[in-house]
């Protein structure tokens, strides 16, 4: 599904080993994958799939107005890039957090809106 972003994301681990210093193992090492599985990427020998990219953007590695094409293939990338984009939105985190501290339970609060909103 990813395929065609595979050069792209190829470019922007260069450009994040250049600005942190962070060798392949490391950088692997630091979003959860195996140093080969990174390789693997490297070289194409891994096709980019979301499952691959989607813990380099939760890892703060790759952003995803920078990798983004914006030119979804399917209706599976369309929510796969809208899920995404919520993994920057850190005044959303921060919401959750502040729910959590007051006693509430966020998935429920969020529900509970959900459902609200639906009703309208």
């Known amino acids: 599904m990813l395929q065609r972003l595979q050069p792209r994301f ?5 450009i ?3 600005k942190t210093g ?10 959860g ?7 693997g990427l490297l070289t194409e020998s891994t096709k980019l799939s979301a499952t691959y ?9 790759i952003k995803v107005a920078d990798i983004y094409d914006g030119k979804p293939e399917t209706a599976k990338e369309v929510e796969f890039w809208k899920r995404m984009s919520y993994a920057e939105r850190t ?3 921060d919401l959750m957090v502040r ?3 007051a006693g509430k339970d966020p998935k429920r609060v969020m529900l509970e809106a959900l459902i609200e909103a639906e009703k309208a």
Not at 10 to 14: F, P
Not at 22 to 31: C, F, G, M, R
Not at 33 to 38: E, I, K, V
């Open 10 to 14: 190829k470019h922007l681990i260069e």
């Open 53 to 61: 990219l989607e813990p380099f953007i939760w890892g703060g590695v």
């Open 16 to 18: 994040y080993q250049g």
């Open 33 to 39: 994958l195996p140093a080969s599985r990174l390789s």
């Open 99 to 101: 729910l959590e501290n």
């Open 91 to 93: 005044d959303l985190t």
């Open 22 to 31: 962070k060798d392949q193992k490391t950088i692997a090492s630091d979003v």
